[in-house]
């Protein structure tokens, strides 16, 4: 998955469906690579909410706060599924105390990104088994209905037929008649 600057760490598919109802269905697909989950200070994702993200109201979780910028930092922490930059993806910063606990705070970060993704991809699956039904249902429904055009212009040809048959039957039937009317004529006139 290509990087892309200013974006978020995600890449949006679109599926097209063979049914109007699955039509350009977007797929979201996490990125959970190392970069990431431990983006760097010079990341090309962006990762901090903007202003929209935030909540509109603040629970009482965020009673203690003093200020908003201290609620919105408590939230980011909490809340905010993506990792901060300037993670550390191994060990090798644990040599304070303040490291180590930064790198314990970008672990779960991550985790709790990975936990988002999760749901996140549980949904899209959800969606797609949705989309397939649709499309199993509609393709059903396709030859339910080729079947009963099949059967009508079945009905259709052997009304034709049977109409056909019933005209030549009662042509026979008039020249027969006609001929028989023809032959008595001729006998009342010969005697």
Request: aromatic letters at 6%.
């Amino acid at each position: 998955m290509a990087e892309i600057a200013g974006k978020k760490p995600q890449q949006t598919l679109y599926i097209q469906g063979a049914t109007t109802g699955s039509a350009e269905t977007a797929i979201r697909l996490p990125n959970t690579t190392l970069a990431a989950l431990f983006p760097t200070e010079g990341t090309v994702f962006e990762l901090d909410p903007q202003e929209a993200d935030y909540p509109t109201q603040w629970s009482s979780d965020y009673a203690g706060c003093t200020s908003e910028a201290a609620r919105r930092a408590k939230w980011r922490d909490e809340c905010w599924p993506y990792p901060k930059a300037g993670a550390h993806a191994d060990g090798s910063c644990l040599r304070t105390r303040k490291q180590a606990e930064r790198f314990l705070d970008d672990i779960d970060q991550a985790m709790k990104y990975l936990l988002a993704s999760n749901t996140t991809l549980g949904a899209q699956v959800q969606r797609m088994e949705i989309m397939e039904k649709n499309i199993v249902t509609s393709q059903g429904n396709t030859q339910a209905s080729e079947s009963v055009i099949r059967d009508a212009d079945m009905a259709k040809a052997m009304t034709d037929y049977v109409k056909s048959n019933v005209l030549s039957q009662s042509a026979s039937a008039m020249l027969a008649q006609a001929n028989q009317h023809a032959s008595r004529v001729m006998s009342l006139l010969q005697s």
